[in-house]
């Protein structure tokens, strides 16, 4: 998540600049073609350049609206994540009672850590790269890599769980195939053993494993978003229009130049390359833009920061604790908030 | 559901080319009516045109706006289910509770394995073919079927879910009209012979009944996307808006390039047909696009991968019962899973 | 609901008809008077008509995704009641106990009876017809209720819930004036009783009472959509600017056929009138679609299908009691479901 | 509401004359100018006015769309407000017990006549007028208010919830700021004393407290709707975009006209003055539309009827009650229903 | 809130003028080049420009859509949050039950008051400036700013939290990250003990709980909005692309208005001035409305009137305690609500 006031510009045009080279080379080839070489039946009527202009912002448009959604809906269950993990800290400090505050609070305690292995085993599943991501594969991606860092990629789950979770429980988690399912199932399994032991009375477990409940309900829902990109189909096309469209810009801009030049003079015709580059970098931006928010955590810059969340959860459940060493937040880095 | 990063354009390409030789087709002939016929009235003016393409790319958007709505509510409802058969098989770990503990996982052995078997009556009435799904009816959508298994199609209900029940409840749920439905009864009808025998109390035993509640109901949300089609109205005038645009480009683009004939000579006319069939490929590809993402149940490429969802749902609930020899994963074949 | 996979082109024209000869008959005048009686300046400039274009699919763009949305809602909740049923079934078969097995089957058979009669009274209530609605006004609707039937309309509801409830519970629902409530309310006061007498225990009570509650709460949601209109004033405006709309496309056609009289002589004019007609098709049909979409429940052949969702839920719950002597389904006649 | 099948067109044209008349003098006195005092400048190119169409187009659609919402959603809250009315009429009828039958009915009247008072406060408050709201500032809606009546400003709260209440708590409410919410937490009030007494069990004591939410949530969000405006920036710019358009109207068909000046004399420039009108009118009718649909209770022709509403749910709470003299429903005049 | 009918025309100029100014520089310019110095190809055609247009309003529309809803679902949580206050304080009358009424009213009073913290706490922190807020960094934002007051930027935590407050919670509070949800957690420890103290039986515990549960939703909602941002690609591309426009917007105009020189002399060149200042002008408050309406918890003349919601709020409660010493309603200043 960019954090700052707005892109700069030059941020941009550096990050689509490839494009721009792509459109640049096309606009000079066609109008040297009609210059120098006169062919002259590239100067083609504007009519089919503007309805597919109307089908490419159509379908531009489109998709940005489904990619947002995607983010927003992204955020959304984080802050469910957010929400629940505060419920339950406080349902873990009020519900779980033993007659020995020590403990009680040792008790309290192992939940909640264990609440913290499963925000961690599921922000390392959920920043694993799909085959339909872009973040590493396209180059400009992988250059913007270089001004911020994704926590998931450079640590190790199996280190940052330990402190978390008793030998055996860490052992048993590691061998599962969704680490984040299983760590509930440790939960719900705790709760059992105090419930059959009457440490827990009936009203209270169930509220507690309903709370479990609504924690893989929002965990499913990430999977969802994760494991499902927006359809291929859509994206296709999206990215075969915008490509179209630039290819025929130029062409129409010749023809439209190609009126004046009995009143300007054929250099006239030349204008054609800045007005196609910059009309042509509108849809390629659109086009961009919106495969760059198509999947909210990939590691992109406009993720949702769910490393940071992870973390501010963390440390208001050790603030419920009394804990006091806490650990420090996560801050942006050139603006980008992981 | 497609996994590649995109569709290749070359299997769009071929994947429209009916289309494509119907509106060359037409193209080549209204331009040989004006070129070499001199039908001139032909040569019409563009406006009629625009507004259709205007018109068409309402509709147009509209269905793609809707169907990609029920393809992600699709996938809601698959994810829905993830969830809640991953919540039903902790309950069923921690709430059905015998002395003799190899007596209780064999009593939850029978819930989960009921549970695999609704799973799998489920997907198969799901992927059974309506009257409105094209998957084997087009030609084009038959073709793309050899690149890849419709699992549901090959295999036989009977066979998949002997392994999960017994062969009293097997030989009930086969003779009944809706078999989903009833395995759901069945683990109902279980419950109350527990909760009879003071083997299951009370709240463990609601919140039982409401997780079956949360099955049914997502079965039935399923059921509602599988029998209730995108509206027949609003997908004919899709078909119908889009064939009558593509009729009316040759001869916008024939009435604007008859404009040129002065300037360039009569040949000009020529390039009515590329662009014809450049622009008309782009409403053809959205309106197919559309059709293809309608049923999102159907068998197609773009489907919601069921099959593969359900596979992995057995596994963790597998691995929760403590089982070792698991299946394998579906993996995608030629980038498509089901 | 439609059932095929398209409505047929010919259907469509066939009951679209009125309004194309309406609108030929417009174009013909307008181009008589300019060819024959030399009105010229019938010969508008086409902008105005664009402009009017352009508002008006806006307006039918936005009318058909609120009707849609109409019909989509609409489903989703016969939808929940398909579920809440089963549901409701599933918990009559397991919460209501009683010693002799004959006697607990009967007393499950009284309320999931008085179910069907709710589910009865449900249906005959939403296909009544409101002051608004346009199946039996609109002579094209008329004509098209030839090839269906709509069962409400040819039934009784006294005969048809007599079989599901004694004559006493018969004659106090016929009494009142919303049937489908108080048949909920005579659940409710027999489910009290039960409760009363220590034959039905808390929890279960609660679980019963809440699924009467859901299903009040759909019946409610099904009022919602019958009884309040897709907003008039939207309706009208809709109307005004394609009526508008096609009053004015011969006079733009008229002008841009002019610009051509010079070329290939004034017969040109004549074009006009079939590009009128097409275009202004599409808009006729846009808006006579939007109109045949707005009331899901009016006996139209877009309608949503209760008839038959009733039928389908009766055999389930059928099946559950036992019964094997159970009604055939509804099917389709011409491809209409209702 | 409307209940008819659409506005008459002489209606609208008559509601929105004023708008008329400011356009035809404009483009009056532009045409004028032009004509006979030949400033040839106002003859200014189509373009400007075309992407002002446009933006205009989106902005007024975007209203529409969300003031539709805004309807749409109070009658949904509406419709909960029924359905919640009817479930707290089955419960207050079946959870409150007592041993002497007419001691029992008197109880659950004292409920449910409450019950019309909140009704009755709620729909008094929500047709207050806000100062945003038109209704009686705008003359074209002051001048229809004559077709209809708005109860709530006629009747007088005091008197209408007498009916329902002890002198005691009709004192007490109406000192309070927000009535609805003091009577609702009457109810709660009494149903402690309830519980307290042993008359009402948990389960039902809870199940009742929880009904006392969801109309505490209904009233709530109808509270919403009506105490925050559609954001008045939106308002406000859709306001001056429509009003520059219908500016620039005149001038661009002066310009479009001017060039078939030399074909068909000077005259033709007056057919501006009629199709600015009707273009004009266009915009003018979907603002003016967007307007009166803003706020759903602001005793308007297009509100929510909730008087007629308040009726149906006292009708059939009452027939639960056994009473037999109920009220007459409201009705619609001239096709308003309120 | 604006609370006023429209935003006065003159003070959408006056805060938009510095874009005024601009692209009338822009405009100025451009023609004089043309007019004085003759730099003829700067008369460029109106295509790129009307291409350009229809992606701007795209982009601006879809902003200015996702900024609409970002407020109103935060008038929805803020909506929420008075329902469940109203229920909580109820409750708290109804549940909290003690021999002595003393003693329980001032038990209820700790409760209410407590949640007054709560409220206070929430919108000091709901008013704090993020680093992509704008409202006191761009000039014409803080020129409105002397129109209406933002209390929390005035007022001090502390001493507003400090009457609702023992000594010993509040210093506790002000020691943590998250005041708001530790002051949950205070509410949630109290009834423990109550709890434990048998003076709470456990269902009116448990319904206690999930209204704190409910309000902490609510709050994490809050949290949602202020702390993610509206994304930044989006706000920068509706940026980027309005800017582009207004600066092509000049060059268009001359271009057409180049065509008329010959018929009405080279003066008419200078009607491209006012025509860009007037169509720029649209876009940019479109652009403009868009940013400022991004973030309704930032200080803004649009905000939710979160601190008059949180006082009606107060009032309420205080009410429900008996206290008649109640604090006055926050009312609009020059129309604007807080």
């Known amino acids: 998540m960019n954090t700052a006031n707005n892109y700069k510009i030059k941020h941009f045009i550096w990050w689509t600049r490839v494009k721009v080279y792509k459109i640049l080379a096309f606009s000079v080839i066609f109008t040297t ?31 940005n609206t489904q990619t947002y959604n995607r983010t927003w809906e992204a955020r959304q269950i984080l802050g469910s994540i957010e929400t629940d993990s ?13 007659e020995n505050k020590e403990e009680e609070i040792a008790l309290q305690r192992q939940f909640i850590y264990r609440h913290f292995a499963w925000l961690t085993a599921l922000r390392f599943q959920l920043r694993e790269t ?3 991501e872009n973040i590493q594969t396209r180059s400009y991606n ?35 195939k969704n680490r984040a399912t299983h760590l509930i199932r440790f939960q719900s399994a705790h709760l059992r053993k105090l419930n059959e ?42 990215l075969y229009f915008t490509s179209a ?6 062409l129409g801009f010749i023809g439209e130049f190609s009126k004046l030049i009995d009143k300007y003079g054929s250099h006239i015709i030349w204008l054609a390359v800045p007005l196609s580059v910059l009309i042509g970098w509108v849809f390629l931006v659109l086009e961009q833009i919106g495969e760059s928010t198509e ?18 959860i963390e440390i208001e459940l050790r603030e419920m604790l009394g804990e006091t060493n806490l650990p420090a937040s996560y801050e942006p880095i050139n603006d980008i908030l992981m």
Chains 1, 2, 3, 4, 5 share one sequence.
């Open 130 to 132: 799909k085959s339909w």
């Open 245 to 250: 469209l630039c290819f025929f810009l130029p």
């Open 295 to 312: 999947n909210p955590f990939e590691g992109g810059a406009n993720d949702v920061p769910i490393t940071h969340m992870s973390r501010s």
């Open 86 to 98: 505060r419920t339950f800290g406080i349902m873990v400090k009020d519900f779980l009672r033993l």
């Open 142 to 176: 992988r250059e913007f890599l270089r001004y911020y860092h994704v926590p998931e990629w450079e640590g190790n789950l199996e280190n940052e769980i330990k402190p978390f979770l008793s030998a055996e429980e860490l052992q048993a988690a590691l061998l599962t």
């Open 197 to 238: 032991k009457d440490m827990l009375i009936a009203p209270n477990y169930i509220a507690l494993e309903n709370q479990l409940k609504s924690l893989l309900d929002s965990q499913g829902k990430c999977e969802r978003i994760k494991n499902f990109p927006y359809p291929r189909q859509f994206s296709s096309i999206s």
């Open 33 to 63: 073609l009609f210059y120098f070489f006169h062919l002259e039946w590239l100067a083609i009527p504007w009519v089919p350049v503007a309805l597919l202009g109307t089908a490419t912002a159509f379908i531009s448009g489109f998709r």
